[in-house]
């Protein structure tokens, strides 16, 4: 038996509990800060949709029924996730719609709820090869040793014993963190220039004069500041409201009243009809969250220690693929170990070595795909209506492809994007900044 350790029940410690269990002689244990999440009320705090794209859900669908899972109804009758088929561009009264493959739109806390659901549902308590712990946070890692210290909200610190460690502890790694403390590991960390809150609209307004397209991602940009929403729920659409960081426009607005007239300022005809008085103010007190970007010079550590999803990428959500590489992180090692029969001491520097370019890659990308100021960005819409109306064979010949495209379109690694795309995040890269 080998003792795998997982740190972090997001996406892509949850997928690699389910993976790992599907195969002979593992036994997981899964360590997480927050309180059990399963069936606790959703926060609306920070969540938001993501969208599942080809690498996310071929990852998704190598574990039976965990597909139809994410897109049933929950106990209280939500879905939670829709298909959507492009982008529908929002400016004053009119729309621009862009269409582009299917991919799940699904709120983030829904898919680590359902992962967690059928990963019990699969190995029910009396089965000893799974093991989660709520309320436990990593505080402490002893490479040496193999050994983790665990802070336990209601008792003494623990010392769990490990023979693989996975860390999947998210963008704000501490295993990451302890690890480059001990100079076993290389990382650069830098917060974007752009924070969000979570924003959640209605699908129509009270008097019927504006409906969103259920199957469409809602996008409103002004200037710096921008919203993108999906209609995850029944009657709810739910989305970020992006803006400058460290310049939250909300927070010295003194009631719910000024924020809605702050929304009609930017969006009086399609998006302010869409907001309520209860919202507003819940919008107004939300915390205001940063994005980070990570990049590390290697993956693994040794034979017995590994970094998957965000703690070893985490990236701008420009690009929608944060989750997708890191569910493509766990089929990737999956894939590994299995090539190397379950030999872990062989199956990480493969994993390694095979992950590291695409990793790089997709973090490069996504800091370089999202035009920086108002030219690039007019460039950017027009290049995307052009792709999404021209055939294929003609755009092909006649237009070089945007990052955004290739990722949505094909299942090309992230390395071959990035050398396809070049052209255009040099140009990103080495333009001037208006923010
Ligand atoms: C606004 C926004 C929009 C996004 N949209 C998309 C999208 O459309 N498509 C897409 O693919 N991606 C998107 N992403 C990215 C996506 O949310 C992340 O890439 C994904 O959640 C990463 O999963 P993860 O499991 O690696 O990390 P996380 O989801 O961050 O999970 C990490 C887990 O580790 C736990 N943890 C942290 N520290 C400790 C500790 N010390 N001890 C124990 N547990 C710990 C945390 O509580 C958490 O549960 C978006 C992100 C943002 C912010």
Redesign the pocket.
Known sequence: MTKVVI????????LAAHYLLQRPNNQVEI????GDFESSAFQNDRT??????TR?MDAVREIPGLESALTSFDAEGERRSTVTAGVCMHRGKSERKISRPATL?VE?NHI?SVFLRELRKANPAENSSLKICFD????GVDVEGKTLKVTKNDSEDVVVPYDVLIG????????RQMLSEQQLIQFSQTTTDES?KSFYISCSSEDGSVKLDGDKIHVWMFGANRVISAPTRKDESAG?F?FPGGQDPFSDLPDAEAVLDYIKSLSPDSLAPLVSLKEAESLRNRPV?T?VEVTCDKLTIGSDIVL????AH??S?SL???????LQDVQVLMGCLDQCKGDWVKALPAYNEKRIPDSQAISELSCYNNPRNKWMRYEFIFRMILLSLLPKWLSNMLLRPLPLMLLAETNLSYNKVLEKCRWWTDRVKNSPSEL
Do not use: T, W
């Open positions: 740190v972090g029940a997001g996406p892509a410690g949850l360590y997480e800060k927050r938001f949709p993501i969208s599942l794209q996310g739109s983030r680590a436990s946070a990593i505080e999947c502890d998210g963008a704000h790694s501490k295993i969000y970020v992006i969250a994005l998957l999803g965000d703690a985490a990236m959500p929608s693929q944060g989750c997708n590489s890191s």
